[in-house]
């Protein structure tokens, strides 16, 4: 078995640890063919900056390597320049609009007063409420009111399993289905005249109307379900991280939490751990030849503790800076919501920082069997009451 065929993505250990795997396998083969994925897997920083970079050379779109599909999923993440362009930006400019700031802080501020009520009253899972808490933020920022957190759930799941169907073919149909639910949801709330978030700034959009409304509902379904489970994931995996490194709390303060801490919590937990290309002709990757059509994943989460661009990877600088990480990926696909989620993890540091001194770790994570997005579904956690 080769070093990247032992590398099993979705397996628990794995999950529980990837970063240890990824450094094995980026001194290895930083570039290394993977049977059951078939894909190449990349690892090293360089090599997956410039695959997410260069779209000429790596398409997202399956089309542009003779791979159809069907026209009514067609949206601005499965598109490259210069298709993707104009929907991405208004969608950009839509979301730019809406109060992130104020969201933000709102929300944090009930999930604290979610977490204290629970004082004294034995363990319980930080996620449930950490659910609440991020679909009453995409709620806000999307302008909708069809989804809670225990109605979106089957939805995010089902969606974010189907991420690893390259490993594991079952998980596929499900995460369709949740897909098409999710667009239809969309396509419903547009047609309800919607007055708030970027539902109100997008529908009113003249470009928008001569696009086809499937495109744009699959990709405000994208929006909404990329938003809410990063959002999700980023407070399982930063609470565990500072609740198991009280310390940085205290350095994450002031301009230095918003300047340099953010990002190198987000390099450092990476929770978008990879993402997938297509070469669209014969190419070499570090030496290695790979033909056209060939699938190529990036591992960001590997990139970002790549030791010749970061020094001392493994440790959590709150100054690191610069700091090139891969979290939000790189180049035209390059997360459009990287502004939220940095208001958004600023927002978890502080709402630790207000709780931290009466709460308690009680119990190890349970983790989503998924890899391309890692995240904590069980965070066991009890509050003390105060003196
Ligand atoms: C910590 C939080 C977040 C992380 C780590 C993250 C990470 C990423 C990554 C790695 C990509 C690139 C995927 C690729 O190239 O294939 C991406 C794309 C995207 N993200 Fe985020 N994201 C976060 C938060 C958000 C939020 C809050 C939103 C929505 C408000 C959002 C919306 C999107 C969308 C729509 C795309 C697709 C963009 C495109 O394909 O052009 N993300 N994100």
């Not at 998980?171 to 539902?199: H, I, K, N, Q, Y």
């Amino acid at each position: 078995m080769s070093i990247a065929d032992s590398y099993d993505p979705i397996d628990r250990n794995t999950i529980a640890d990837p970063f240890s795997v990824f450094s094995r396998l980026r001194e290895a083969r930083p570039v290394a063919w993977h049977n059951r994925l078939n894909s190449w897997v990349v690892s090293s920083h360089a090599e997956c900056q410039e695959v997410l970079r260069n779209h000429h050379a790596y398409a997202r779109d399956p089309r542009r390597v003779g791979i159809s599909m069907r026209e009514d999923r067609r949206n601005i993440q499965t598109e490259d320049p210069p298709e993707q362009k104009e929907l991405r930006r208004i969608v950009i400019r839509a979301l730019h609009r809406q109060d992130i700031d104020g969201i933000c802080a709102n929300a944090r501020n009930r999930l604290q007063n979610a977490v204290l009520i629970r004082a004294g009253s034995g363990p319980f899972n930080l996620m449930s409420l950490a659910a609440i808490t991020a679909i009453d933020i995409v709620n806000n920022i999307v302008g909708c009111v069809q989804y809670e957190a225990e109605s979106y759930y089957p939805i995010f799941r089902d969606l974010t399993r189907a991420m690893d169907s390259g490993l594991d073919r079952s998980r596929l149909d499900a995460g369709l289905a949740a897909g098409t639910e999710l667009s239809e949801a969309v396509g419903s709330w547009f047609t309800a005249s919607p007055d708030a978030g970027m539902l109100a700034e997008l529908c009113c959009n003249d470009a928008i109307k001569n696009m086809p409304a499937y495109y744009v509902n699959y990709t405000l379904g994208g929006v909404f379900n990329a938003g809410f489970s990063t959002l999700y994931a980023a407070i399982g995996s930063i609470s565990l991280l500072l609740l198991q490194r009280r310390d940085l709390l205290d350095q994450l303060r002031g301009n230095t939490l918003v300047a340099t801490g953010v990002d190198e919590l987000l390099r450092f937990t990476s929770p978008a751990q990879a993402t997938s290309r297509f070469a669209v002709n014969d190419t070499v990757l570090r030496g290695v030849k790979i033909k056209a059509g060939e699938t190529i994943v990036t591992l960001m989460a590997a990139a970002n503790r790549d030791p010749s661009v970061f020094e001392y990877p493994d440790e959590l600088q709150v100054d690191r800076d610069p700091n090139p990480h891969l979290a939000f990926a790189w180049g035209p696909h390059i997360c459009l919501g990287a502004q939220l989620a940095r208001v958004w993890t600023a927002e978890i540091v502080r709402f630790l920082q207000e709780t931290q001194a009466r709460i308690r770790l009680v119990a190890d994570p349970i983790y989503m069997d998924s890899a391309t997005l890692r995240n904590i579904v069980d965070l066991r956690i009890e509050v003390v009451r105060s003196n």
